[in-house]
């Protein structure tokens, strides 16, 4: 799911219709539950990607399979119906909650650990990146990468931590090679 300018600009487009109609927040879990159901879903998906299946057809799904939404994102399902661009829908879906959040001040924390976080370790990196962040809301995606060992890799916006075993031995790597 590569983001492309097409899916930003239809993002930023919604935005300025769901800002105009006081319906952000709603438009945003709506757009949550849309990417969240294509990535999650690889019929639906494959569905939606095939060049094959007109485009009308994939309207009528998406909007049956999507029809507890509010109007305001069942509009876009029109739009793209018109502009042939149901192939970006899970993108434009990202896209609009990533410009939600920076509307919103909510910046998102990107946590790669060795295994998955538990609630108790969640709140503690919760509380540290607080103490960095200059932001109000913050919000932790943990990514799993066994690579990494051991440790963590903290990412906020542009600035990176890492405090994993593998760039551990890595630095170590390059001390005893010079």
Known sequence: MASTRAAIRYAKAIL???NSKNATSEVSADMA???STIQSNSELNSFIQNPLVRTENKKDVVSEVFASVNPVTQSIFQLLLENKRFGILDSIAVEYNKLFDIINGVETAKVTTAVPMDA????KVLAKIATISSSKKITIENIVDPAIIGGFILRIGDKQY????ADRLQVLKRELSN
């Open 162 to 165: 890492n405090a994993s075993i």
């Open 120 to 123: 108790a370790l969640e709140a």
């Open 33 to 35: 539950l849309i990417a």
């Open 16 to 18: 300025e219709i769901a």
